[in-house]
């Protein structure tokens, strides 16, 4: 019904972000990932909306991108994944990020995601391999697509159990590992570049 809101950004934090549009307050469930991609509160947003509507509840979800609204549809087309569910799994890594463990059959780092049990993943695995179209296969960073996973994820492990988001996590270790990096190199190159 709706595709997209824009108007002033009234508040953003633990999931909700509420977008004024002439005086009318949508509140919407959003991921970490738009959390983060917002502008500051008082500002002009557009947001990518989606409208779940169940005998028991209407439901307006929030996008920062028309890629993660495409996820988002994706991930509650597999049964056992609801709105809820969809939103942790795009708070907990970037979609690209998404895209490759789903790609790659990662089922370790999707069951990792809290909430998301091994034969969930394991199910969207199955069902979704297949569904992602050459744009969005274009999201992989191929600067990235050689590095060991199982170092940037004990990285990305690591860094979440000193506190980190798994989102922010993910992205600091995207952004300094080269393939050659052992975790330990990935873990000292992330918490010098958080230090900046």
Excluded: W
């Excluded at 500002?43 to 890629?67: C, H, K, N, P, Q």
């Excluded at 798994?166 to 300094?176: E, P, S, Y």
């Amino acid at each position: 019904m709706f595709s997209f809101l824009t108007g002033i950004l009234e508040e953003k934090c633990d999931n909700i972000a509420v977008i004024n549009c002439n005086g009318v307050g949508f509140e919407l469930n959003v991921s970490d990932t738009t959390i983060y991609e917002l502008p500051n509160k008082g500002e002009l947003a557009t947001i990518y909306t989606y409208m779940a509507v169940r005998e028991d509840a209407i439901t307006l979800f929030g996008f920062a991108s028309r890629e993660e609204k495409s996820a988002f549809l994706k991930l509650t087309s597999v049964s056992g994944i609801g709105g809820k569910m969809a939103i942790a799994i795009l708070s907990a890594m970037p979609v690209a990020d998404l895209i490759e463990a789903i790609v790659t059959e990662n089922i370790r780092l999707l069951s990792s995601i809290k909430g998301l049990g091994k034969k969930t993943a394991e199910r969207l695995v199955v069902e979704l391999k297949n569904s992602f179209d050459d744009l969005q296969l274009s999201m992989l960073n191929p600067r990235n697509s050689t590095i060991h996973t199982s170092a940037i994820e004990e990285a990305i492990d690591t860094l979440v159990a000193m506190g980190l988001t798994r989102f922010d996590a993910t992205q600091v270790v995207k952004n300094v590992a080269t393939s050659d990096d052992t975790a330990e190199e990935i873990i000292k190159k992330s918490l010098k570049n958080l230090k900046k």
